[in-house]
């Protein structure tokens, strides 16, 4: 019996390619967010240079504010100063801003044998913000503030400007007269100097000058006294002499009536003592000694009055006390006379 072969066919087996669709999976997915992180990326750029250019475009008109507004005087050069530069710092305005350059990737491989490289590709996007100058950045509006501050155009400056106006104002409220040329040159220098004095030293120096002491008070105390009893007198020279004049009306001292004088024995001033005192210049202690006198007199004249017609009222009242005592002992008199003729009978 001859041997029998058997063939044994191993069963196919399909090769198992989960993990390579895996990975490609993840590097698709990966490929989709990488370009959509790009495109927001773009998309954030574009946004961004769209602001930076409106903002660009807005400068000229921001900074016409600013000079209206710093002529007019409602804000000052430093703060206009400091606006304009943070307009431009915060919106990115710096001297590269204009034109805007893009580089691209053409995806072509670069030739080393070139000089250029063919894989990028720049673009010049051309814009035109309105600029005065349109070769110069937004700088050049810096330098036009700074001109117009300064007055290197010729035109005088405005901080000079400003000075002017502040001297003569400080010399109009405290003298009551404006600068002559020589002070307005003298107070000008003093505040662009080196010492860097600012318009208070200026004033602090007007009060301190003989032509100011002569005129006004340099204190609070003299000026409420000079409001209680009138301005200082002056002397020749017109030095302020710290005394007073003071008005007295001599009518409203109270007087006495018909013979209260004669009765109550007293020698009492007119007021007219009193009017001349006043009429001569005083120092404030003068002044409060004489005020108090004639308050003094005052209460006197009303004491002496009701001194005398409380005695008057002391002796009427004495008399109708005698005089009812007198009428009592007649009436007992007469009582005691009836009573004793009532004793007898007829």
């Known amino acids: ?69 710093l002529k007019s005087g409602a804000i000052g050069i430093g703060d206009a100063t400091a606006s304009l530069q943070s307009y431009i710092d915060v919106n990115k305005l710096g001297k590269t801003f ?24 720049t673009t010049t996007t051309t814009f035109s913000p309105g600029y005065e100058d349109p070769t110069k950045g937004a700088s050049q509006y810096l330098d036009k503030l700074n001109t117009l501050v ?31 040329a020589d002070e307005l040159t003298q107070n000008l220098g003093l505040l662009s100097g080196e010492g860097g004095l600012q ?33 200082q007198t002056v002397d020749e020279e017109g030095n302020r002499t710290k005394k007073r004049t003071f008005t007295f009306d001599a009518s409203l001292l109270p007087t006495y009536g018909a013979d209260l004088a004669d009765r109550t024995k007293v020698d009492i001033t007119t007021g007219q003592e009193f009017s001349d005192y006043f009429a001569e210049g005083r120092s404030i202690e ?20 009701l001194k005398e017609l409380q005695g008057t009222i002391d002796k009427e009242t004495q008399k109708i006390k005698n005089q009812g005592a007198k009428d009592i002992a007649r009436i007992n008199q007469g009582t005691s006379m009836y009573n004793l003729l009532g004793g007898f009978r007829f």
């Open 1 to 69: 019996m001859g041997s029998r072969n058997i063939t044994y066919q191993a069963p196919k087996i399909e090769k198992d390619t989960s993990f390579q669709d895996y990975l490609k999976y993840q590097q698709e997915r990966e490929a989709k967010l990488d370009a959509r992180a790009e495109q927001e990326r773009l998309d954030r750029e574009a946004e961004a240079l769209a602001l930076r250019k409106s903002k660009a475009s807005g400068l000229p008109a921001f900074y016409n504010r600013l000079e209206n507004q």
């Open 98 to 121: 204009s034109p805007v350059t893009t580089t691209i990737d053409t995806g072509v491989a670069d030739d080393p044998n070139t000089e250029v490289d063919e894989s990028k590709s």
């Open 150 to 180: 300064s007055g290197e155009d010729g035109t005088g400056g405005l901080l000079k400007k400003q000075r002017t106006a502040q001297v003569n104002v400080a010399f109009q409220n405290l003298l009551g007269r404006q600068p002559t």
């Open 199 to 231: 318009l208070q030293d200026i004033r602090d120096n007007i009060k301190s000058s003989a032509e100011y002491t002569k005129k006004f008070n340099d204190n609070y105390l003299d000026n409420y006294y000079d409001t209680l009893y009138g301005k």
């Open 286 to 305: 003068e002044l409060k000694e004489g005020q108090q006198n004639i308050r003094e007199t005052r209460q006197f004249i009303f004491s002496s009055g």
